[in-house]
């Protein structure tokens, strides 16, 4: 018992010890250093965001005139080649233009030929029938007067029978005359201008018939390139008006990538860049691309001001279909040798990079200039070497 109360005796005074140590030295702990190693390794930049695939060529098909869609002959996933009928319209308007132009067309292609070629034979033998009528009238009575005049110089007919027979000679001389001019008339009825504007007339309404016989061709809407119908955007019985979109045609693996990137970050971002292309859909598979063009301009979208950088996306991947959201990393600096040290070993007394290097007693502050930095890592041109043990936590060391 009595040995059993020294022990316990001698534990307290131990105790006692330890807190007035710890007292006298302010109550504080020496800082532990952790410590990692200066590596060579890949280091790179990059810009992570999020974009949509586009058709490389925009493949939409609209409505070349207004009316009715008459016939869709093939449905939306349907392969079709280039010419190929898409959708049938139908026009109420250009019909009836075309039935009205038809017509008119030709009645004026009569009233020309009637100009062009003079009075119709019927007319012309019509004429000459009462042009010899009338002049065998007045050789009859021409005969008539001869025999009168003699007759009248024996004294054996009366002044007043000579009288009448020249007087109607005189008749139908008038007649006979009036008749020839009509004839003549008729010849030439129609002046050099009144030809010229008749062909004119002709050659514009037959412009107009062919404009409206185009646009009745125009009715068969034909697929402008080969691929899928991606979309369908009318149907059958609907009315669409000229300029309205009808279809969408993709052309399997033919896309780009239009990345949204935040205005901060533009300026890292340049012409050949690579790119990694994920999908939420596939989330096991990567797909390659590259910067084809930055950012031109900034724009506003939603609650970010963005740039559209467009990439190219190698090997034709044609489970990338239009429309499809994607995430983004552009690799904007990339070293595949850098020697790195973790971000927070980097500090800047007075403004000076250095970092510790621990020897296994001491950490020695050693200035150091800085390469490619990342949120994880910094690359280190000068000042440690591969194998050096780093602090990293050099801000709680200082303390």
């Known amino acids: ?22 007292f006298l030295s302010g109550g504080t702990e020496t800082p532990r250093f952790l410590t ?37 002959p093939l449905h939306e996933g349907a392969e079709i080649l280039q010419g190929q009928l898409l959708m049938e319209l139908e026009s109420e308007q250009i019909r009836t233009a075309l039935a009205n132009a038809n017509t008119a067309l030709l009645e004026a292609r009569r009233q020309e030929k009637t100009v062009l070629t003079g009075p119709s034979g019927e007319e012309l033998a019509e004429l000459d029938a009462s042009i010899a009528e009338a002049s065998l009238e007045l050789e009859q009575v021409n005969k ?39 004839k003549q008339e008729v010849i030439e009825r129609y002046s050099t201008e009144e030809k010229q504007w008749e062909k004119d007339k002709v050659r514009e309404l037959t412009g107009q018939l062919q404009f409206l016989e185009q646009q009745k061709q125009m009715e068969s809407v034909a697929a402008p390139r080969s691929g899928l119908i991606y979309a369908l955007e009318v149907k059958t019985g609907a009315y669409v008006a000229k300029g309205q979109l009808l279809a969408r045609i993709n052309q399997p693996g033919k896309i780009r990538l239009r990345a949204y990137v935040d205005e901060p970050d ?10 990694t292309i994920t999908w939420d859909g596939l989330p096991d598979r990567e797909w390659i691309g590259v910067v084809e063009k930055p950012a031109e301009q ?102």
């Open 1 to 22: 018992m009595r040995k059993f109360s020294v022990i316990l005796i001698l534990l307290v005074v131990i105790l006692a010890g330890i807190a007035a140590v710890y």
């Open 298 to 399: 900034v724009v506003a979208m939603n609650n970010r001001t963005i740039g559209y950088v467009l990439c190219s996306v190698e090997g034709e991947p044609k489970e990338l279909i239009p429309n499809l959201n994607v995430k983004v990393e552009i690799t904007t600096a990339r070293k595949p040798d850098a020697l790195v040290v973790p971000r927070s070993a980097v500090f800047s007394p007075g403004g000076k990079p250095s970092v510790l290097v621990f020897n296994g007693k001491t950490a020695v502050k050693t200035p150091v200039a800085l390469g490619v930095v990342t949120s994880e890592e910094i690359e280190i041109l000068e000042g440690v070497q591969a194998g050096d043990n780093i602090v990293t936590n050099p801000l709680e060391t200082q303390k």
């Open 144 to 182: 008539d007067l001869a025999v009168e005049e003699t007759l009248f110089a024996k004294g054996a007919v009366a002044r007043v029978s000579l009288d009448n027979l020249r007087k109607q000679k005189a008749q139908l001389q008038l007649r006979v005359d009036g008749r020839k001019r009509r």
């Open 36 to 72: 990692t190693q200066a590596v060579h390794r890949e280091i790179k930049m990059t810009v992570s965001t999020n974009g949509i695939i586009e058709p490389l060529e925009r493949n939409e098909v609209y409505a070349p005139v207004d009316g009715l869609v008459a016939r869709i």
């Open 266 to 275: 533009l300026g890292r971002v340049a012409k050949g860049q690579p790119v």
